[in-house]
C-alpha cells in the first residue's frame, strides 16, 4: 500500500506563516511530480504548486512571492512554505504525487493525501 502523510497545518492570522510536510510512505518504486492542491468551501480543489523530479516547480500565480515549494527526494518528502498568509488561503490543503508503486509498476498514478485544513484569521 502506497499513502501521502500530511502535516503541518492549523490557524494562524494573517501575515503570518505555516509550512506543510508531506512524506509518501510504502511500497514505492519511484515517484514523478510531488505537490498541493487546496480546496477552499465551495470552490472546486485547485492548484497551488507542484514539483517534478528535477526540482523545476510551478507555483499558481495567486501565491507566486508568497509560497515557495521544495521535495527532499531521498525522503519521498514535499514542503510548501507559507508567508504573509491571508483569509483567501483558508482552505483544506491536499497533497498530491505521481507515483509507482512496488505492485503496479507499469505507470504513474496520481495519489491524495487525506488533506490538512488551513485556516487564516484576519
Known amino acids: 500500500q502506497v499513502q501521502l502523510v500530511e502535516s503541518g497545518g492549523g490557524l494562524v492570522q494573517s501575515g503570518g506563516s505555516l509550512r506543510l510536510s508531506c512524506a509518501a510512505d510504502g511500497h514505492i518504486l519511484s515517484i514523478s511530480t510531488m505537490g498541493w492542491y487546496r480546496q477552499a468551501p465551495g470552490n472546486q480543489r485547485e492548484l497551488v504548486a507542484v514539483?517534478?523530479?528535477?526540482?523545476?516547480?510551478n507555483i499558481e500565480d495567486r501565491v507566486q512571492g508568497r509560497f515557495t515549494i521544495s521535495r527532499d527526494t531521498a525522503k519521498n518528502t514535499v514542503f510548501l512554505q507559507m508567508n504573509n498568509l491571508n483569509p483567501d488561503d483558508t482552505a483544506v490543503y491536499y497533497c498530491?504525487?505521481?507515483?509507482?508503486?512496488?505492485?503496479?509498476?507499469?505507470?504513474?498514478?496520481?495519489?491524495w493525501g487525506q488533506g490538512t485544513q488551513v485556516t487564516v484569521s484576519s
Open positions: 498530491y504525487a505521481e507515483m509507482r508503486a512496488l505492485y503496479d509498476v507499469q505507470a504513474y498514478r496520481p495519489y
Open positions: 514539483i517534478d523530479i528535477g526540482g523545476n516547480p
